[in-house]
Each structure stands twice: as structure tokens, then as C-alpha cells.
């Protein structure tokens, strides 16, 4: 059995290194002067979508992402890791999108894509916190989800297993594919790439998707006055059932 997975991943600022010219006036994170690095739980959501890779023959890992046109250099580094394909959705149309902007562009390119039994992602980007988009993603594409994810544990016969890390211990639970997952960073952390590592060209493993123009659908794209969003909840959690431990 082979899997269609689409990982979601985002190029961010790296905050461990913040210096005096960290963030502007306004209070926003000033990119130009910290360095751009692959979000750190995006990571482990490619982790676990290339492990299933090994896990079953013939598996296709696609790498979505969305940002300016930097933020091919974390498809490439993706497509050196093991990741199939990768697409960067990208325009200035984008600039500034808050998590129901974001989440409604990666939906769209999501439905173009098509043909997938698996979404994986990180839970957040550690430039917003929100760990919004993914769950957000799941309700516009009417897929079940499964959050907080620390390993996926098998996926075949319909069904994904999931382990969930939760503040009071750990769950595990099936849910039906398609299916959207959320990876947390407890999860086994992939290890990091040196700076000198000389990664292979990848000019015809990866495309550029941008939106229609002139489209006669108005897009909801909208950022709320104080700033923030309300997490989308699933609208049923009967597809996701626990399962019983092992005696």
C-alpha cells in the first residue's frame, strides 16, 4: 500500500537568535534581520511523513508552502531530506495574511493538489503560536484531524493510528484518511542540517503555484481587529475513536 502525503511547512525567523534590531517599531518581528530557518515543528511533521515513506513502498511526500520567494530554500532543503516534490505558493497578495488568510490559500492549493490520504503539519510556527492553521484547514477541506500528534503509528486498511502527547498523558486514537495531523514538538526531532551541507540541484522537482486573477470568487480573506483568531474546532468527533490499549 502506498500514501499520498502533503506536508505543510513554513519559513520563519529564527527567534532563538534575537538581537536589538529584532522587531520594529510597530512591534512587529523585523525579517530582514534575523536569519530564515525551517519551522521547527514543520520539521517533525516531514519526519514522520518520511518515515511512513519508509514504512510503505511507492508513498509520494509533496512539501506545501506559502511565503515570498525565499521560501523555496526550506522546499529544498525538504526535497534534500527525502520529500518527492515541492510547492512554494507564493504572491505579494499574501503579504501580511493572518491564520484564516493563510489557512483559506493552503486550502485552495491543497484542492488543486488533490489526491491525497494525508495532511501533516507542524501545530505552530514559532513566529505566531497561534496553532490555528492546521485545525483551520481541516474544517475548510470538511476532513477529520487529529492534533497534538507526537508519532504516527501506522496508516493503511483506511485508518491512520495516532499517538497524542496531551498535558495529562498520552492517547491514542484512529481516525479515518483523508485525514489532517498536527505533529507536536516532542515528537523525535529530524537532525539538523549543517550550514555547509551541499545540497543537489532541484530546479525540476519543485513549482511555483500562484492564484487566478480576476476570479469570480470572492475570497474570505479578512484579519479581525485586535488581531487574533479563535481556534477552529472539528465539526464531529465521532470519526476519531480511541483505541484500546495493549494487554
Given amino acids: 500500500m502506498s500514501l499520498n502525503i502533503i506536508v505543510l511547512a513554513k519559513q520563519v525567523p529564527d527567534t532563538r537568535n534575537v538581537g536589538k534590531d529584532a522587531m520594529k517599531e510597530d512591534g512587529t518581528i523585523n525579517r530582514a534581520a534575523l536569519p530564515a530557518i525551517f519551522n521547527p515543528e514543520d520539521l517533525n511533521a516531514l519526519e514522520q511523513a518520511l518515515k511512513l515513506k519508509d514504512m510503505y513502498p511507492g508513498t509520494t511526500v509533496t512539501l506545501l508552502t506559502m511565503g515570498p520567494a525565499r521560501a523555496a530554500e526550506i522546499v529544498r532543503e525538504g526535497l534534500y ?34 489526491d491525497y490520504d494525508l495532511i501533516i503539519g507542524g501545530r505552530q510556527a514559532i513566529d ?7 485545525p483551520q484547514i481541516a474544517e475548510k477541506l470538511k476532513l477529520p484531524q487529529v492534533t497534538y500528534a507526537e508519532e504516527i503509528i501506522s496508516a493503511e486498511n483506511g485508518h491512520a493510528i495516532v499517538k497524542r502527547r496531551l498535558e495529562g498523558g498520552v492517547e491514542t486514537v484512529k481516525a479515518p484518511m483523508p485525514l489532517v495531523i498536527t505533529v507536536n514538538g516532542s515528537v523525535r526531532a529530524m537532525p539538523a542540517m549543517s550550514r555547509n551541507t551541499n545540497m543537489p540541484p532541484f530546479h525540476r522537482r519543485w513549482q511555483p503555484m500562484r492564484p487566478k486573477r480576476n476570479s469570480s470568487q470572492s475570497a474570505p480573506i479578512s484579519k479581525s481587529a485586535n488581531g487574533t483568531l479563535r481556534r477552529s474546532m472539528p465539526t464531529s468527533r465521532s470519526v476519531v475513536s480511541p483505541v484500546p490499549p495493549r494487554k
Fill in 81 to 114: 531530506r527525502g520529500a518527492d516534490r515541492g510547492i512554494v505558493l507564493s504572491d505579494r497578495a499574501f503579504a501580511g495574511a493572518d491564520t484564516l488568510a493563510t489557512s483559506y490559500a493552503l486550502n485552495a492549493a491543497v484542492r488543486k493538489i488533490g
Fill in 128 to 134: 505566531g503560536d497561534t496553532a490555528q492553521v492546521g
